[in-house]
């Protein structure tokens, strides 16, 4: 039998190769039709053999093409035209040009085997031609800088195709049918090695310096990396001091997986997320002897690394044939450079040469950080590859949200119709250039995906630049406490509206009471929250200075007489006499927590980058065989109050007496989390809810969550983790944006 139907698909499938990909599975089933770009997504009219156009609709959910992500299929009958014929085939219809803003604009995507192989073959027009990309693979979100997406919307937009490469665009069987960055070596962009050598001579002076040791500026996908010879212990050591970074680990980019199994211990799902096409640096434990420089990730178990996404990476890895340290390329903590004109001037003290293009990026965009934990993988980091992938959420709300997420690792989001959209990594937006990021993330979200906001979401600490930013819009402001809003992300991430019972453990959060929240327990949907439970609070001695210096919150757990072998006397008693004043911030963070016995067992009195003490902490405890016995029962929970101070009391006693310090860092995790564990239970009994959350930065801690999972699950709770969204600040803006959503139902 004969039938004809419409069938409307939504979610990314434009500038992906869909409408090849429609056209192709048609044509090979028999059936005739058109096919689509509109303002919803793709259109399809089809006709044929009852059984075929099933067939057919199965395929357009289950096998679409790598970079599509499809979110519906919805198939309405028509009638069929009183006379069926198979004449006029199967049509790919080219777009009229009028897609409105609510077809999602695809993320940046690797490079796909085909265009590898290419670039690999003498014989091919594009042999190491850089810029090669395909509907499969290349840049997207990095170039777009309007919608609809099309060649002239893109910072492709001033090369004009030549001939071979217009006919490959205009092929509905092509593999670059309307590829908007298509490009060739003769119409396309060209390197450029510190400004005068131009295309594949240029890659070869590159070449040659980081085999010499040299430090290059390396224009990518999203902004510019520092790049040297990861196993040239004097070339990292110069960009450590160029770059004035301490202590913080650099990811590495190695040719393939067969390099990185001779790294790293990788696992099933550490692979999976090295070679997939986000291709996100990938944080996984490094093997005995790991072919690296000790300065890439000083006294750290894991390295953190990154396959090429790229073709220029595919190049210099294959030519170069070392690992690299690629870096963001910025001094410290500043934004990475992405705009031509401002990476040579602010990244040519710090380098020996630039390899930049003529291909301008519109978005900067760092790379997202994973980590491959042995138990799942969890991102850390979500920009490039996974920006502005569009993520529903658990409530349909007509409003359109702004939200604009917390002040470190800032993200921001904009919501509508029960999707939500979160741009790529900021960054601290205490740093200028950061703002002004900031501030041209919330206008092109807002333009790529159709908001018009009507509500605008922020956090509830006053003194954020976000929260000023939302408060100066006049529109209607949902205040979200912090830790509501970490709640809320994972909620989102697995499709919840609660009520769930949730952990949230962070390094720091403005409470409702006024004072830094960071070691909660809350009782909370998506629309509000109770605080059942929270740490003992504590004083943060000199504000900023106690995130800066751990001895500070060591001293205030512990008492000044556990560090005073460490830090001057005197200076800590100056400290402790601000502590016991009743002007000093107080704390409930969890963070600082473990700052403190960061401080006390590794030593770590001071840090040049965000979480070291607690980092290393964990790296201590994971070298231990079994936690320290003895410290059993040391976490009380009392009235809603859970304190480990008999627990830091009893760490620093059998640090004295020479217990193995390993040891100790395990059973300081084994003894907190099992506190932990109990309150967050006692509060879900007590209240009727099975369903506990853990959320916030300290759960980036993997010894941790593991310790708090296992003992909720043992105790029949189902437990919630951030998996996809990152547990740490970067999520603030979707949990607010739900939030909102919900509220204004
Ligand atoms: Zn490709
Ligand atoms: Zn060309
Ligand atoms: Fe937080």
């Known amino acids: 039998m004969i039938v004809r139907r419409s069938v409307r698909i939504t979610g990314t499938v434009q500038g992906v190769g869909f409408r090849p990909f429609v056209h192709r599975e048609a044509s090979e089933l028999g059936l005739v039709g058109t096919v689509r770009n509109d303002s919803d997504g793709v259109l399809v009219d089809v006709s044929g053999d009852e059984c075929a156009v099933a067939c057919f609709e199965e395929r357009l959910a289950t096998r679409p093409p790598p970079l599509a992500r499809v979110l519906s299929v919805r198939s309405t009958p028509v009638s069929p035209p009183a006379e069926f014929s198979f004449d006029g085939g199967f049509v790919i219809v080219t777009s009229d040009g009028s897609a409105a803003p609510n077809a999602a604009v695809s993320v940046d995507a690797a490079t796909c085997d085909a265009c590898v192989a290419e670039i690999l073959d003498p014989a091919d027009r594009r042999h190491r031609y850089p810029f090669t990309n395909c509907t499969n693979c290349g840049p997207r979100y990095t170039i777009v800088r309007s919608v609809p997406y099309d060649r002239a919307a893109t910072t492709m937009a001033g090369f004009a195709m030549c001939p071979p490469c217009r006919s490959e665009y205009d092929d509905p069987t092509d593999r670059r049918f309307h590829a908007q960055p298509n490009a060739c070596p003769d119409c396309g962009p060209s390197l450029r090695w510190s400004g005068d050598v131009v295309g594949g001579e240029a890659l070869t002076h590159a070449v040659d310096a980081l085999r010499s040791g040299a430090v290059v500026a390396i224009k990518g996908l999203g902004g510019f990396h520092l790049a040297v010879d990861a196993t040239d212990e004097r070339a990292v050591a110069t960009l450590r001091q160029r770059k004035s970074r301490d202590d913080k680990p650099f990811a590495v980019m190695v040719a393939d997986l067969d390099v990185a199994a001779t790294m790293c211990h990788l696992d099933g799902d550490a692979v999976a997320a090295l070679s997939s096409s986000v291709r996100p640096v990938v944080l996984a434990p490094r ?46 903590d500043e934004p990475i450079a992405h705009l031509d004109d401002d990476a040579t001037a602010r990244l040519a003290p710090l380098v020996d040469g630039v390899l930049g293009h003529d291909r301008p990026i519109h978005i900067r965009c760092d790379d997202s950080v994973v980590r491959a934990t042995g138990v799942r993988t969890q991102v850390l980091r979500r920009s490039r590859g996974y920006a502005p992938q569009p993520i529903p959420l658990p409530v349909s709300s007509t409003a359109h949200v702004l939200a604009v997420g917390a002040e470190m690792k800032s993200t921001v989001s904009v919501a509508k119709e029960g999707l939500v959209v979160a741009s790529h990594h900021i960054g601290d937006l205490e740093h200028l250039a950061n703002y002004e990021a900031f501030l041209q993330a919330v206008e092109h979200l807002a333009d790529l995906h159709g908001v018009v906001p009507e509500v605008v979401a922020c956090d509830l600490h006053p003194e954020y630049l976000s929260t000023k930013f939302a408060h100066d819009l006049s529109l209607p402001i949902v205040e979200v406490q912090h830790h509501h809003a970490h709640v809320a992300a994972c909620m989102v991430e697995h499709g919840e509206t609660g009520p769930v019972v949730a952990l949230a453990f962070d390094g720091l959060g403005y409470g409702t009471d006024g004072t830094i929240w960071g070691g909660e327990v809350l009782v909370a949907d998506l629309v509000g929250f109770e605080r059942a439970a929270h740490l003992r609070p504590v004083a943060m001695p000199g504000g900023v200075a106690a995130i800066r210096e751990p001895w500070r919150m060591a001293a205030v757990w512990a008492g000044g007489a556990a560090v005073g072998d460490v830090v001057d006397g005197s200076v800590v008693e100056a400290v402790l006499g601000v502590a016991a004043s009743a002007h000093a911030p107080m704390t409930t963070s969890v963070g600082r927590l473990f700052d403190a016995v960061g401080a006390l067992l590794c030593g770590r009195t001071h840090i040049t980058y965000e979480g070291q003490a607690a980092i290393e902490l964990e790296a201590l405890a994971r070298s231990a065989q079994l936690p320290s016995p003895g410290l059993e029962g040391t976490v009380a929970f009392v009235d809603g109050v859970l304190d480990p101070t008999p627990l830091v009391h009893a760490l620093v006693r059998d640090r004295d007496a020479g217990v193995d310090r390993g040891a100790l860092a395990a059973g300081f995790h084994a003894e907190l989390g099992r506190g932990a564990a109990d309150a967050a239970s006692r509060v879900a009994v007590s209240s009727g809810i099975d369903t506990v959350v853990l959320t916030g930065g300290v759960f980036q801690n993997v010894v941790l969550t593991e310790v708090i999972e296992s003992a909720l699950l043992e105790r029949g709770h189902r437990v919630l983790v951030h998996e996809q969204l990152t547990p740490n600040d970067g999520s603030i803006s979707i949990g607010q944006a739900a939030v909102a959503a919900a509220r204004s139902q």
């Open 287 to 332: 093997r005995n002897g790991c072919a690296v420089a000790d300065g890439v990730a000083p006294g750290l178990p894991d390295l953190g690394l990154m396959l090429p996404y790229t073709p220029l990476h595919h190049l210099l890895a294959r030519e170069v044939d070392r690992p690299l340290v690629l870096t963001s390329g910025n001094v410290s």
